[in-house]
């Protein structure tokens, strides 16, 4: 079945850690995006990416990075520079032409230890 | 002003009705709208895209537009309490897509 996995679906992060979220899809779709949900708050754009090795930053990209180096995959990484981690991060990617709606993933719990 | 702007309720319905959601948004250029379901810990899930005046269908859902209001809005007939759920309204704007979403409306359906 196509969609979009992220793994794993909760991590925890140490002071001074960079952590990696992974997000893979088998939609072939163009566009990928990376979003931040803190509780009562709606969702926040962290990156986005409409061609391979080529990403934008969102409203909140300080403290993160990306890398495009596939189709398939868009990878997040949680830096040590990010002094406010914990949140549901949700990847979600779409056709990228047109008006098509995104689709997410399962989303990944993010908390600090 | 908010982007986009939904009421956060909870909206409390009971069982049978019909429960209205409303969405304002600020960008007139805004092209694509759309509605996803959200369930508590999940992520979300598109129920319904619209992106002309009027009124869509779809099954119980009809997702309504107006774009000289600037307001686009969902109405569940038939409420369940398997509704019950966050729904958020998002916006998609020219340029590179950007799709911005509201915090969302808490439905609640009362058995």
């Not at chain 1, 949900?37 to 990403?55: C, E, K, M, T």
């Not at chain 2, 009971?14 to 429960?19: F, L, N, S, V, W």
């Not at chain 2, 379901?37 to 005046?53: A, F, T, V, W």
Request: hydrophobic share 30%.
């Amino acid at each position: 079945d196509g969609g979009i996995t992220q793994s794993p679906k909760y991590l925890f992060r140490k002071e001074g850690q960079n952590v990696t979220l992974s997000c893979e899809q088998n939609l072939n779709h163009d566009a990928m995006y990376w979003y931040r949900q803190d509780p009562g708050q709606g969702l926040r754009l962290i990156y986005y990416s409409q061609i391979v090795n080529d990403f934008q930053k969102g409203d909140i990209a300080e403290g993160y990075s990306v890398s495009r180096e596939k189709k398939e995959s868009f990878p997040l990484t949680v830096t040590s520079a990010q002094k406010n981690p914990t949140a549901f991060y949700l990847c979600a990617s779409s056709i990228g032409q047109g008006y098509q709606p995104q689709h997410f993933g399962d989303g990944t719990r993010l908390s600090i230890l | 002003q908010k982007e986009v702007e939904q009421n956060s309720g909870p909206l409390s319905v009971p069982e049978g009705a019909i429960a209205s959601l409303n969405c304002t948004y600020s960008d007139r250029g805004s092209q694509s709208f759309f509605w996803y379901r959200q369930y508590s810990g999940k992520s979300p899930e598109l129920i319904m895209s619209i992106y002309s005046n009027g009124d869509k269908e779809d099954g119980r859902f009809t997702a309504q537009l107006n774009k000289a209001s600037q307001y686009v809005s969902l109405l569940i007939r038939d409420s369940q309490p398997s509704d019950s759920a966050t729904y958020l309204c998002a916006v998609r704007s020219g340029g590179y897509q950007k799709v911005t979403f509201g915090t969302g409306t808490k439905l609640q359906v009362i058995p």
